[in-house]
């Protein structure tokens, strides 16, 4: 009875590794479909041929169509795909380097997803309400991101205090279109002397953010100065 029981469960745990490797070819799949996408779209524009981003990942052009009917659906799951290999880099540079060098690398990777997101911006700005909850999605994945690493970098002193998370992804953006026909390393070359910006005077500096100011405003001893 124990070796039969022993067999059964030898076979189960061989037909439960199957589907789990099943799962991982369609994962690597899926991943080589969509760096495809993103790799023609950025040379070609959304509107390039889906022939072409199947030659490129290596599949066919019912795969394609079976996992996104409709272009719509590829150019989102793109998007989403960058924004979130672009926050998720955000705790592994946190887990290897200080809090400033941290936070400069990945506001370089984010150079590195706007660059991604100029191939897509004609349908992003299309006004399809196909593309409408991306923006927020953008902000609910990299706004924490970003405010995680300044805030770390505030509280080490290594960069001034009074920058809005916010503010500073806008800032990086902005670079990005003022540059946009500039080569990459111009632009990086930009980001880092906004870096550079944000670490000048970062031990001597006081909390300047807007939350902080109204606090001080209504505190005990500054109320009794005025009166």
Known sequence: MKKRVTERTDKQEHEDSKPRRMRADA???MSSLLQAAMEVFRKSGVDAPVREIAERAGVGLGTVYRHFPQRSDLIKAVFQTQVDACADAAPVLAGK???DEALSRWM???VDFIA????L???LHSGDPAYGALPGYFNKRLLPAMKTLLDAAVAAKAVRPGIEAEDLLH?????????HDKEPAYTQKMVELLVDGLRYGASTQTDTRPETRRRRSISPAKTASRT
């Open 171 to 179: 800032a990086v953006a902005n670079l990005c279109r003022g540059s």
């Open 116 to 119: 991604t997101k100029r191939g």
């Open 97 to 99: 380097y200080g809090p």
């Open 108 to 110: 370089h990777r984010y």
């Open 121 to 123: 911006a004609a349908a």
């Open 27 to 29: 994962q690597r799949k």
